[in-house]
């Protein structure tokens, strides 16, 4: 037990390295994931699909990237791989806002869903449209260089995307407490009724937008980590980071400043348990019950108040 | 044709069968007011209590442990939801975070990292004297395991009791009016306690059924989403058993086509096959918007 511990926590802050090329770098689509998952919830919007989401902006930036990555430069190239990232993300989320609009299923059922297309879809582009010319492995080839996203520190594996991360963040916060945008959200996720009678708002929109928005930050960390970890697709991409991304929310109680620490504390997390299941040999999978723990802690510890996503119908 | 039709159906019947079970169970814990989205918690948690179960004491024991575990999971989700009042939906996500998640780590902590495939105490299909021998129904719906055929007997039942006695019409009556079944004087609480932990029961049962009549095996996360379709299966069969376990067979059909694609040889990518039941349940919940006669209470939080 003590060693598994010790071993978690070498993991995580043990060294430098540990710090910035394990805990940060498995932080990083944690933030953008756990942001989009609570301004979702914010808003009213249960939405479950950040993990698909994630898929389909990793996939589409990998596309690209294979498509032209040698012929434009990193600056035109990492931007454009950012930007079709998101709208990828946004789109897949798109879906399920447009079958809740237009035919009412409920999106945690729909966005569920739409993970397990989303798997099957990269299983079907590791071994078609996007295989590596030998045709022997289930992953893309490895991307452009100038499709590579820059690291922050030399010698450490921290990449843009962290920032990016944390950018969005600081922004979305500024966006829920400073603009007439956020006191819709919040009004809209506290009570759709009240925000159309007394509010003049209109709610659909709002939700939609926020749902958008929210599939949008997923593709933009599926974008990232293929830019700035992996530099090729492949099946096992994410190691779960949407759902992960739902304790990283709650555990904020769904505030944009609060993700920050919170993802860097699953993060971690996530990072001390690789090392554990090495050298301790507990199995990383761990990590699931954890999260689960702590979602119901959480519960359990807002007995009585509010239900934390408002009310939905 | 047949030579391909009959394989098709067969394996239609066999997979819809531990659907049917999470279903069932999500129908009546339903019908009493509450949406439970943690049945793939309680599916994969029924998978491993069957292996475990099995591996100690045989097929039947499997079954017996398949259920308990469920039931187990089922205890943390009333627990939340009915006593702490905490909302239904992330609680049941946390809950399949939780099943998915304990499972691995039990399966790989007991059997070894590497997680090696071992196989188990499997019951084999049994084809009923007389009944097996009529053309193509027989092959299709009397050559099943011992778990299809306890459907055709529990499906009929569950109907009987949900529409035709009092049980069952409390059940229904605090499903569509928390408010007016406490003026009746029901205990709405212990209703609830009782139809989770039944729908724990039964998603049990289907993770048993898949590990111990149909894989053979456990893997890690091979609900596969079973839990989430049994929630579609529900709304197909619009809040009633035989239309319930009627859509069930429709979504054994959308995983059959996998093997039917196989035999054919056609040339589509496969994983548009694996797609297909997430893609159908989609497309199902779309179509049936209005048509839907959800209970009542499942708009409002649950307690």
Not at chain 1, 39 to 61: K, M, P, T
Not at chain 1, 263 to 280: P, T, V
């Amino acid at each position: 037990m003590t060693e598994a511990l010790l071993a978690l926590w070498d993991g995580a802050f043990g060294s430098s390295y540990a710090i910035w090329s394990a805990t940060l770098v498995r932080s990083a689509p944690l933030l953008l994931l756990g942001l989009g998952v609570a301004l979702a919830f914010r808003a009213g919007v249960l939405n479950i699909g950040a993990e698909g989401q994630f898929l389909l902006g990793a996939i589409s930036a990998t596309a690209l990237a294979q498509g032209v990555g040698g012929d434009l430069p990193g600056v035109v190239m990492i931007p454009l791989m950012a930007v079709v990232g998101a709208a990828a993300g946004a789109g897949w989320a798109g879906i399920a806002a447009w079958l809740r609009h237009r035919f009412g299923v409920l999106e945690v059922i729909s966005t569920i869903m739409l993970n397990f297309v989303a798997l099957a879809t990269i299983s079907w582009m590791v071994r078609g449209p996007l295989q590596e010319p030998t045709r022997i492995y289930p992953q893309s080839a490895e991307i452009a260089h100038a499709a590579q996203w820059p690291f922050l520190i030399p010698g450490q594996r921290l990449h843009l995307g962290f920032v990016l991360g944390l950018l969005a963040c600081v922004i979305a916060w500024v966006v829920l407490t400073r603009t007439a945008t956020g006191f819709r959200i919040r009004a809209v996720g506290a009570s759709p009724s009240a925000a159309t009678s007394a509010g003049g708002i209109d709610v659909t929109r709002t939700v939609t937008r926020v749902f958008l928005v929210s599939g949008a930050c997923a593709g933009l960390a599926g974008a990232a980590e293929v830019g700035g970890v992996t530099w090729a697709l492949y099946e096992g991409i994410s190691p779960g980071y949407g759902y992960t991304a739902i304790a990283v929310a709650l555990l904020a109680r769904l505030h944009p400043g609060w993700i920050i620490g919170s993802a860097i504390f699953f993060g971690a997390l996530e990072a001390g348990a690789s090392a554990m299941q090495r050298d301790a040999g507990i199995p990383s999978v761990v990590v699931q019950v954890i999260v689960a723990v702590i979602i119901l802690g959480v519960l359990a510890g807002s007995q009585r108040r509010a239900r934390p996503t408002g009310g939905r119908r | 044709m047949e030579a391909l039709l009959i394989p098709f159906l067969d394996a239609t019947i066999r997979t819809a069968t531990p659907l049917a079970y999470a279903a069932l169970g999500e129908l009546v814990t339903e019908r009493s007011g509450v949406i439970n989205i943690g049945m793939e918690g309680i599916i994969i948690a029924g998978c491993f209590g069957g292996l475990v179960a099995a591996g100690a004491g045989g097929a039947a024991m499997g079954f017996l442990g398949g259920a308990l575990a469920g039931v187990l999971m089922a205890m943390i989700f009333a627990w939340f939801v009915l006593r702490l009042r905490a909302d239904a939906i992330i609680t049941g996500t946390a809950l399949t975070l939780l099943g998915l998640g304990l499972t691995g780590t039990l399966y790989r902590g007991v059997f070894g990292l590497e997680g090696a495939a071992l196989g188990t105490p499997s019951i084999a299909p049994v084809a009923i004297p007389g009944l097996s021998s009529i053309p193509v129904l027989g092959p299709v719906l009397f050559t099943q395991s011992v778990m299809t055929y306890l459907l055709y007997l529990l499906v009929p039942v569950l109907a009987w009791w949900l529409m035709r006695t009092h049980a069952g019409l409390a059940l229904r009556a605090v499903g569509e009016s928390r408010a007016a079944a406490l003026a009746a004087g029901l205990d709405v609480r212990r209703i609830r306690w009782g139809a989770i932990l039944f729908g724990g029961a039964m998603g049990g049962l289907c993770g048993a059924t898949l590990v111990l009549a149909q894989v053979g095996t456990f893997t890690e996360g091979m609900s596969a989403g079973r839990g989430f379709i049994a929630i579609a299966i529900v709304v197909l069969g619009r809040w009633r058993a035989v239309g319930t376990a009627l859509a069930a067979v429709v979504f054994g059909g959308a995983f059959a086509l996998q093997y039917l694609l196989q035999a054919a040889g056609w040339a589509l990518p496969y994983q548009l096959f694996l797609a297909l039941p997430y893609l159908l349940t989609l497309v199902l919940l779309a179509a049936l918007r209005g048509r839907a006669e959800a209970p009542a209470e499942l708009a409002s939080p649950a307690e």
